[in-house]
């Protein structure tokens, strides 16, 4: 069965960083992409970011590029978001998902909400 | 990159059918096979319920259908039940290898 099982949110002042993980379970975790889509309170999803099952190509939203990065640890089974420079635009509950059939994402964790506030 | 277009809700009574339109660009939706919809409920997390335009996952109704026509993908639910009444994504591989998500539509079971 696969799990997503993401952690690290929090509340976070403006211009201050949080690391976001999620750990996986029950595929080869380093033969799929993986991916982090956000839902602001009330609103839609938004895409973020994406990596390559090898972690060599990462894809960003115009919205964080330049302050977020997406890292994986294969050994770990873990993904990662390091966010920077944080806006209160940026409160959201972020999921991780995995694209194991194709392009798009097949299973998705909880969620962990981020709360950007002073 | 904006949203993709979907109406803001839906509804319908229980057995009948209805269909969310998903509106993009050749950049997206008319771009690629790759349109995809998503079935959240309240507090709960995003679920795949078509991907590929058409094709449903293991485990999905084939009350759920998914086809596309130029710029316009569009989710299908025939025999409505109560428990179909949830938020619907849809969302679309582009050509910035980025993905689109559209708006959400609200779908009541009347």
């Known amino acids: 069965e696969v799990q997503l099982l993401e952690s690290g949110g929090g509340l976070v002042q403006p211009g201050g960083s949080l690391r976001l993980s999620c750990a996986a379970s029950g595929f080869i975790f380093s033969s799929y992409a993986m991916g982090w889509v956000r839902q602001a309170p009330g609103k839609g999803l938004e895409w973020v970011s994406g990596i390559s099952g090898s972690g060599d190509s990462t894809y960003y939203a115009d919205s964080v590029k330049g302050r977020f990065t997406i890292s994986r640890d294969n050994s770990q089974s873990t993904l990662y978001l390091q966010m920077n420079s944080l806006r209160a635009e940026d409160t959201a509950v972020y999921y991780c998902?995995?694209?194991?059939?194709?392009?798009?994402?097949?299973?998705w964790g909880q969620g962990t909400l981020v709360t950007v506030s002073s | 990159q904006s949203a993709l277009t979907q109406p803001a809700s839906v509804s319908g009574s229980p057995g009948q059918s209805i269909t969310i339109s998903c509106t993009g660009t050749s950049s997206d939706v008319g771009g690629f096979n790759y349109v995809s919809w998503y079935q959240q409920h309240p507090g709960k997390a995003p679920k795949l319920m078509i991907y590929?335009?058409?094709n449903r996952p293991s485990g999905i109704s084939n009350r759920f259908s998914g086809s596309k026509s130029g710029n316009t993908a569009s989710l299908t639910i025939s025999g409505l039940q109560a428990e179909d009444e949830a938020d619907y994504y849809c969302?679309?591989?582009?050509?910035?290898?980025?993905?689109?998500f559209g708006g959400g539509t609200k779908l009541t079971v009347l």
């Open positions: 590929g335009v058409s």
């Open positions: 969302s679309s591989y582009t050509t910035r290898s980025t993905w689109v």
């Open positions: 998902a995995v694209r194991i059939l194709g392009a798009h994402f097949d299973y």
